[in-house]
């Protein structure tokens, strides 16, 4: 949106929520604020840098704390366990089982029952598998609902089970088959790598990013509509698209001549269904 109009092409941006950012959003803890979603992004690419100069954004990038994060996952007597998040791991799956901040994390009887992982066949086959199952099959119960559940939820907002080992971590499936263990794979992915050293944040937190694009994109001049949910599309014989929003029950028109839709898949499906029902049915 910001770009659209920075290059004089008059937009609109509607957005269900009642402030920009989605997962990055702040919270109050007394009178410090901090990010409530996601607090760092992955460095394996410039983008984020990128898009700060090239938009001339008012904010800093900052590396992470070297103290480490805290983890509070797990049950033990009914109790949530809070301990410190182990520090050799790969989304969770510890390098060394029997390490004292993985004991700390597990116990002593889950560290036991992952160090079983060296035990089973390397083989893990060639089709899908999620990173939870993959962990809880090789490692036990306790590392996917302590370690890798929690951790899966913090970096992507999605359950283990549901993220597949190939899409967040492409070459655990080949280390898994070269070094013959699941640890072992997260020992040579962690090898020589300093913890923290894959992500860096946003001084002042990285939901900043959200509410500095948007206080950009009105002084571009942008049309920023908040808390008014987009309803289904139509086109007109003359070619104007017209949008239906919602807000509390109240719907009205929006007009336009062409819509970008960004939203997931089957929300898009719901919305191009009228003006274009081939790509609504493949979506």
Known sequence: AVRLQRAGIQTMLIEAQDAVGGLLTP??????????????????????S????????????VSPSPAGAMLLAGSRRGRLHRTALPRATVLGIPSRPWARDVRAALGVAGALRASLDRLMPRNLGSGAVSIGELAQRRMGRRVRSNLVDPIARSVYSTAADELD????????????????????AAESLTSGVKPGSAVNGIEGGLFRLATELAAAFVCLGGELVTGWRAGVLSASGSGAISV?????????LVHAREVIVATPGPQAAVLTRQPAPQLSEVL
């Open 27 to 48: 919270t109050f803890l007394g009178d410090m604020v901090v990010d409530a979603g996601a607090e760092s992004f992955a460095t394996r690419n410039s983008s984020v």
């Open 50 to 61: 990128e898009l700060i100069d090239e938009l001339g954004l008012n904010l800093t990038v």
């Open 165 to 184: 080992i190939d899409t967040v971590s492409p070459r655990l499936r080949t280390a898994l088959a070269e070094r013959g263990s699941l640890a072992g």
């Open 244 to 252: 239906v929003v919602e807000r509390q029950g109240t719907q009205r």
